[in-house]
Nanobody, 133 residues
Framework: QVQLQESGPGLVKPSQTLSLTCTVS??????????WSWIRQAPGKGLEWMGA???????YYSPSLKSRTSISRDTSKNQFTLQLSSVTPEDTAVYYC?????????????????????????WGQGTQVTVSS
């Protein structure tokens, strides 16, 4: 049974960098052919796909967030990390990490979104991040 657990600060000040870590147990983040995503849900909005790191280490980002987002991994700890820079109150959301085969999102002009929950076989429980001074 694969388990994912997000960790990081619950409160970040505007203009700072948000940093979250997803620790994976029960399976390796280098296993073919899985993709490890960061997804968020702001109050009253849908699930926004932010980006992913593949089993190979390749990274993929939502075009709307690409300039502010970085995803990396530590294979020795079986963890992957999200960094979102220059945060504003609009970045307040519940942040999730999840696993799929890279088919679980679609992108439109306004961003990228989760296309179907069933396409992700494992999710973290989510962590609330509030951006406020």
């Amino acid at each position: 049974q694969v388990q994912l657990q997000e960790s990081g600060p619950g409160l970040v000040k505007p203009s700072q960098t948000l940093s979250l870590t997803c620790t994976v147990s029960g399976g390796s983040i280098t296993t073919n052919y899985y993709y490890w995503s960061w997804i968020r849900q702001a109050p009253g909005k849908g699930l926004e796909w932010m980006g992913a790191i593949a089993y190979s280490g390749s990274t993929y980002y939502s075009p709307s967030l690409k300039s502010r987002t970085s995803i990396s991994r530590d294979t020795s700890k079986n963890q992957f990390t999200l960094q979102l820079s220059s945060v504003t109150p609009e970045d307040t959301a519940v942040y999730y990490c999840a696993r799929d085969d890279h088919s679980g999102h679609y992108c439109s002009g306004s961003g990228c979104y989760v296309s179907a929950l069933r396409l992700y076989d494992y999710w973290g429980q989510g962590t609330q991040v509030t951006v406020s001074s």
